[in-house]
């Protein structure tokens, strides 16, 4: 089986390599856990790749992914890398407009980001119309062998209020991996953790990487914890 590297070999140790060819993954993580940098990471190291890829984006301008890129050294990206900003607060906006978006590209690329999830979905309020248009996005991505990262950023509060909670955990069952990013706060001191709780037919090693967020360099993995 091929796999993809998401561009850090220490995360991909812990999957068997990385991530399975044609396979959607969750990238979770709260406010400031680093999703953006490692989506935009694992594009570039598909650019690098000589790989046609693709960053839809629903929370950031393209101007800012762009400076975000250029900081962290992830230029590949920027030279090659297709931006389509999308803004579902435009009146009349389709959320299955992204189904469109993908099927459109030819050919079709090797690695697709979408940031985020909440956006796309909590813009579409029939809890039907979001099982339809979850289950249309992963069988569009495995028809085309789409290696996909999905950002999801965890707000249990505001997950629970926009009754959004039961939909995430049927996200979390029909994708094909999750990696998630913490955050941990505790006496004025911040570390963050990787860990996979989940990548199908992968062995996977269930113990969480330490790493930090390093200005000019992005995501910096240090020691494994249990």
């Given at each position: 089986?091929?796999?993809?590297?998401?561009?850090?070999k220490e995360?991909?140790?812990?999957?068997?390599?990385?991530?399975?060819?044609?396979?959607?993954?969750m990238?979770c993580?709260a406010?400031?856990a680093?999703?953006?940098?490692y989506?935009?990471r694992f594009l570039a190291v598909?650019?690098?790749k000589?790989e046609?890829v693709a960053?839809?984006?629903y929370?950031e301008?393209v101007?800012?992914?762009?400076?975000?890129?250029?900081n962290f050294?992830q230029?590949?990206?920027?030279?090659?890398?297709?931006f389509i900003?999308?803004?579902?607060?435009?009146?009349?906006?389709?959320?299955?407009e992204?189904i469109?978006i993908?099927s459109?590209m030819?050919?079709?690329?090797?690695?697709?980001?979408?940031?985020?999830?909440?956006k796309?979905?909590?813009f579409n309020?029939?809890?039907?119309s979001?099982?339809?248009?979850?289950h249309q996005?992963?069988?569009l991505f495995?028809?085309?062998?789409?290696?996909?990262?999905?950002?999801?950023?965890?707000i249990?509060k505001?997950?629970?209020?926009?009754?959004?909670?039961?939909f995430?955990d049927?996200?979390?069952y029909?994708c094909?991996?999750?990696?998630?990013l913490h955050v941990n706060?505790?006496?004025d001191?911040l570390?963050?953790k990787?860990e996979i709780?989940?990548?199908?037919?992968?062995?996977?090693d269930?113990?969480m990487l330490e790493?930090?967020?390093?200005?000019?360099?992005g995501?910096?993995?240090?020691?494994?914890v249990?």
């Amino acid at each position: 089986m091929k796999r993809l590297s998401t561009g850090f070999k220490e995360v991909d140790s812990l999957m068997g390599g990385g991530i399975p060819e044609g396979y959607a993954v969750m990238l979770c993580g709260a406010p400031g856990a680093g999703k953006t940098m490692y989506a935009l990471r694992f594009l570039a190291v598909g650019v690098e790749k000589k790989e046609k890829v693709a960053y839809i984006s629903y929370n950031e301008p393209v101007p800012r992914l762009i400076r975000r890129a250029a900081n962290f050294k992830q230029t590949s990206v920027l030279k090659d890398g297709h931006f389509i900003e999308t803004r579902l607060e435009s009146p009349g906006y389709d959320p299955f407009e992204v189904i469109k978006i993908v099927s459109d590209m030819y050919p079709p690329p090797s690695r697709v980001v979408i940031d985020s999830l909440n956006k796309l979905f909590t813009f579409n309020k029939s809890d039907m119309s979001r099982r339809i248009l979850l289950h249309q996005l992963l069988d569009l991505f495995r028809e085309r062998n789409i290696t996909a990262l999905m950002v999801y950023e965890h707000i249990p509060k505001l997950d629970e209020n926009e009754g959004f909670e039961k939909f995430c955990d049927e996200l979390l069952y029909e994708c094909d991996g999750i990696i998630n990013l913490h955050v941990n706060r505790a006496f004025d001191k911040l570390t963050r953790k990787v860990e996979i709780p989940k990548m199908r037919d992968s062995p996977i090693d269930y113990r969480m990487l330490e790493f930090d967020i390093v200005d000019k360099k992005g995501l910096v993995f240090g020691k494994t914890v249990i």
